[in-house]
T-cell receptor, first 112, second 112 residues
């Protein structure tokens, strides 16, 4: 069945360093890969997404890469700041209109 | 713009009871999805409603049912509650022209 695996489950980095979260998906028909940030007690919020016709997408300090052949995608956060501390979820879907399958989340902590 | 609103925010039920959760989508959105988020886990897709019909369903038993009204608002009903149904129930909406899902703050259900 459809499955998205996410690693690591927890990640602690020094402020200013980079953080990388990796995901794999099982359904080769997946074409849409959003990333969500969920702060404690808050709703998940979309921070960036990528579609299968693109290998990389960047938005300021955040970038995502996609390897469709290997069914891997990753989130890269550069120059991390305290406000980046949150739980991050990767997800995959057939399209942006279909059901979204989430990974289990990565708790990112930024050390001052 | 009020965004996605959900009610109630918190509720406590006992095993065997029934619960109804409510959701109003973001203005301009016509598609509503429901997700279950257990503590420390990623959101799990329950079902999606569009034009008052269930369009997609995740791996949840028939105890979970829903409804969408002509004004696009939605309800999630869970019958014969089990302890394992304790979770944060998230409603998300999107418009026909955009795939971005907007989540509500959720309804936290505790089953005793």
């Amino acid at each position: 069945g459809e499955n998205v695996e996410q690693h690591p489950s927890t990640l602690s980095v020094q402020e200013g360093d980079s953080a990388v979260i990796k995901c794999t998906y099982s359904d080769s028909a997946s074409n849409y890969f959003p990333w969500y940030k969920q702060e404690l007690g808050k709703r998940p919020q979309l921070i960036i997404d990528i579609r299968s016709n693109v290998g990389e997408k960047k938005d300021q300090r955040i970038a995502v890469t996609l390897n469709k052949t290997a069914k891997h995608f990753s989130l890269h956060i550069t120059e991390t700041q305290p406000e980046d501390s949150a739980v991050y979820f990767c997800a995959a879907a057939y399209s942006s209109a279909s059901k979204i399958i989430f990974g289990s989340g990565t708790r990112l902590s930024i050390r001052p | 713009d009020a965004g996605v609103t959900q009610s109630p925010t918190h509720l406590i039920k006992t095993r065997g009871q029934q619960v109804t959760l409510r959701c109003s989508p973001k203005s301009g959105h016509d598609t509503v999805s429901w997700y279950q988020q257990a503590l420390g886990q990623g959101p799990q897709f329950i079902f999606q409603y569009y034009e008052e019909e269930e369009r997609q369903r995740g791996n949840f038993p028939d105890r979970f049912s829903g409804h969408q009204f002509p004004n696009y608002s939605s309800e999630l009903n869970v019958n014969a509650l089990l302890l394992g149904d304790s979770a944060l129930y998230l409603c998300a909406s999107r418009g026909r022209r955009t795939g971005e899902l907007f989540f509500g703050e959720g309804s936290r259900l505790t089953v005793l």
